[in-house]
């Protein structure tokens, strides 16, 4: 295959892999732009195997993948794709770690100079340290987020400190490696190594309340260090994909981060909540709140004529978005109009409750984001907080709080609210809220699934 062929064919599925990203921007288009992602990566894949002889192992390689992948595709539920995300993350950080290792032990295998150049040097030691840092970091993420490890955030004294000079020390050996005439794979190993150290150390103080911004930095780390090996080895479909994958990804972390109210910097400084405890609890304060039952909640929202529902954390948990579409239906059979109301940063990755409730083919025109919905809470009957927490917490208005200035839904604001939760524990920012406590609010308690499931009945 000619080189211009080759060329032509990378921009073009360049081309499909920019429209799945337009198309991933809407739920209405989300179908469309992962089939036009799929069709980018076959192009690509078919194109690479033209320029190879050992396109036979690489097609079995794929084969052994493609196997594993769908297994694990069909067992993982939807409530687990946060962290099968930052899984996935970790194997492509690896993957451009392996392909650097494997430039540095024989250029001449990868179409590179037998003696590197200082370019490509300069390229592998980029995309080897975000890469070592993504695996290391999706890898904490993974267990952070799977409940395999404590997602409330790890701190020790001098922490920053001790990142800060592996950080330096990590530069330090990757100057090292650039600078000598041979190849030094003591410094290469060293500045791995450290890398692949760091990236466990960044991710440990995050708590869980910032694992949206987690899962999105990390998605753009490892487009990042797939464009950094692109480079080294002059493959354009590497450097645009990789690009791609890095400028989204940190655009996502931006948009978090502004829907948190948190600057970029402090989340992956230091996490979210890590010093912030129950208020009310620390100033010996008992509360009273009022709660019900399904029953209750049931006949409240029967009655109403207008009903927003506020997913989070606790739906993922409980797997109730099936329930939940069955009672937002009965409620639209009685008369209702229901809307369902989403935050940027409900749930453990972005879009995670927009991607349960499409699950359940809960209409897209029903499911609001923040901005649109923000203005009808103080028109509405009833609101129904399932699992959420800090999302809705009016702390959020309240000088001083850990979490003031983040937007929140204005659920405070309706006629009445109904929180389903399993007991009054804080949320991830570790703050007790307010709105359990009003007049207006009612507590029903128990697995979200089982509520909704009463509710239903009792409707």
């Not at 992962?34 to 192992?57: D, K, R, S, Y």
């Not at 770690?97 to 250029?107: D, H, K, Q, S």
């Not at 996502?252 to 400084?269: D, E, T």
């Amino acid at each position: 295959m000619s080189a211009n062929f080759i060329a032509l064919a990378y921009l073009v599925a360049a081309v499909f892999f920019i429209l799945a990203l337009k198309g991933l921007s809407s739920p209405l288009y989300a179908r469309r732009g992962n089939f036009f992602g799929m069709v980018g990566m076959a192009i690509a894949v078919v194109t690479t195997l033209t320029i190879t002889a050992n396109w036979m192992l690489i097609v079995g390689c794929i084969a052994i993948g493609g196997l594993i992948g769908s297994v694990v595709a069909k067992r993982v539920q939807m409530t687990a794709m946060p962290e099968l995300v930052a899984f996935m993350h970790s194997l492509v950080g690896l993957a451009a770690v392996f392909i650097a290792i494997a430039a540095v032990n024989n250029p001449v295998s990868l179409g590179l100079p037998e003696v590197l150049p200082t370019g490509s040097k300069l390229e592998l030691f980029l995309g080897t340290f975000i890469g070592a840092m993504t695996w290391s970091g999706s890898v904490i993420a993974f267990l952070k987020l799977s409940g395999r490890m404590s997602g409330a955030p790890i701190v020790f004294s001098g922490q920053h400190m001790v990142n800060l000079l592996l950080a330096v020390v990590m530069v330090g050996f990757g100057l090292w490696f650039f600078f000598s005439e041979a190849t030094n794979w003591t410094a290469f190993a060293a500045m791995t190594a450290i890398a692949f150290l760091l990236g466990f150390l960044i991710i440990v103080p995050i708590g869980g309340a910032d694992m949206p911004v987690v899962i999105s930095m990390l998605n753009s780390y490892s487009g990042w260090a797939a464009a950094g090996i692109g480079f080294s080895l002059g493959n354009p479909m590497l450097i645009i994909a990789g690009s791609l994958v890095g400028s989204s990804g940190a655009i996502l972390s931006y948009i978090m981060c502004k829907a948190m109210n948190r600057p970029f910097l402090s989340v992956i400084l230091g996490g979210f909540g890590g010093e912030t405890a129950d208020q009310s609890a620390a100033a010996g304060v008992q509360k009273t709140y009022r709660s019900g039952s399904a029953d209750d909640a049931a006949f409240l929202l029967g009655n109403a004529d207008s009903v927003i529902i506020v997913p989070g954390y606790g739906l993922a948990v409980a797997r109730a978005q099936h329930s939940v579409k069955e009672l937002a239906e009965a409620l639209h059979k009685k008369g209702v109009n229901v809307r369902f109301a989403i935050h940027p940063v409900a749930g453990r990755m972005p879009g995670h409750m927009n991607v349960l409730l499409a699950e359940a083919e809960i209409p897209y025109e029903q499911v609001l984001e923040m901005d649109e919905i923000n203005s009808d809470f103080s028109t509405t009957d009833v609101v129904l907080v399932l699992g959420a927490n800090d999302v809705v917490n009016p702390a959020a208005n309240v000088p001083g709080s850990p979490i003031y200035g983040m937007p929140i839904l204005e659920a405070h604001k309706a006629r009445t609210v109904m929180v389903v939760k399993r007991s009054m524990a804080a949320g991830y920012a570790g703050l007790d809220n307010d709105l359990f406590y009003m007049d207006k609010t009612m507590m029903v308690f128990g697995d979200a699934k089982k509520v909704v499931e009463g509710m239903v009945k009792a409707l």
